[in-house]
């Protein structure tokens, strides 16, 4: 398979495991489009340049990975690109519930739209972007949960007193 498909997320910040799952996705799909979401309801911990920039930086060795950011419906977005495939990860059953509604109303609301879901990386299946800034936040080493540019990133973002 060769096509073009769609990995959206927050991405705040990117993780090991979203790494772990852009080197895979963008080996079965091509160009693999990385879209970071721009008006999700949860507090931000950086800023949309931040997080595109960090994207660009870990994946630069991935070919055919492309970073690009949007607003408003994901579905929206996905016609515009031109894309049919949506690519989620999933971590653990706690994941199943959101993802599988997010899946079916996405299809319901652009029928020609597919999810496909690649499980996380056996060695990153417990890590969350929300887990990492509250370990940052509060001090605590993210060596290993997330690439080192992002880990500098979040030790300025929190710096220790
Ligand atoms: O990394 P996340 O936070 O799990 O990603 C969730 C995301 C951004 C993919 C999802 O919230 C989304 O698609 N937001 C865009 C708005 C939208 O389309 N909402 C309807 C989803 S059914």
New binding site residues.
Partial sequence: MNRLAVY?????PVTNGHVNLIRRAASIFNPLVV?V?T????LDCFTREDRIEMLRAVTADIPGVRIDA?E??????VARTGARIVV?GLRAMSDFE?EF??AH??HK?APGVETVFLVTGADEFFIS?SVVREIASMGGNVAGLVPDIVRERLEARFPKT
């Fill in positions: 959206p997320g927050s991405f705040d879209a979401a008006n999700v309801k949860k949007f408003g419906l994901l579905v929206d977005y989620r959101f509604q997010m109303m996405n609301l972007s």
